[in-house]
DNA sequence: ACGGTTGTTCGATTTTGATCGAACTAATGC
DNA sequence: GCATTAGTTCGATCAAAATCGAACAACCGT
């Protein structure tokens, strides 16, 4: 698997930020992420979408500088950036929690 | 001139809100009012787009709970609906104004 | 009544984005 | 080495959204 990249925080623009979660499933990943307080490799969620659309959320949540993922063994385990957001973007998280 | 819809605010879903935001022009929009803190008409914005596009983007706007207009004249008045925003989305406003 | 201002609506175009299947890569376990 | 697991990449398709010009509607001032 290859290696990931992940943006500086600083370098992510608000409106990347609205754009990845103005999608239900990209949404639905990033709470779960947050409820679950732990790494989750893709196939833990159930969505129902493909490997391919799943895979491409994954890198549009990271470009986003949402979430950040290592690799371990055939695994890709991702979290949420959830220091550097609280500071680069205050507010989002409390958002993203409600409801 | 037409009069405008707004929704009530908690059939307003994130997403949509999310969605709104995700636009540059409309992101430009949001911020100017809340510096301008008093109600803008359309045509006070410089945004490099048609007299269409504009009216489709305070649309969206509109439809996502984020702004409220009201018709003076030949005028649309609009500005952020500010108490029911940080009730119903803590954090966005913040988020917003930030940078 | 007429012309200017302000914005809407329509229809068409173009761009962007979500989605998938299939082929591929890389690590794991037997 | 070989099958399995986990995810990527490619190319294509389909749907949603941004954009515009032109025609329209409502109001204002004179």
Redesign the pocket.
């Given at each position: 698997?290859?290696e990931?990249r992940h943006p500086a925080i600083d370098d992510v623009a608000l409106e990347s930020v609205m754009?990845a979660l103005a999608?239900p499933?990209r949404l639905a990943i990033v709470r779960a992420l947050r409820q679950a307080g732990r790494e989750l490799?893709?196939?833990e969620f159930d969505l129902?979408?493909?490997?391919?659309?799943?895979?491409?959320?994954?890198?549009?949540l990271r470009d986003a500088g949402l979430i950040e993922t290592r690799i371990e063994?055939?695994?890709?385990l991702s979290k949420i950036r959830e220091k550097e957001l609280k500071r680069r973007f205050p507010g989002l998280l409390q958002l993203i929690d409600r409801e």
């Open positions: 698997m290859k990931y754009h999608d499933c490799a893709c196939n129902a979408v493909s490997k391919a659309t799943c895979s491409h959320h994954f890198e549009v063994g055939t695994k890709g």
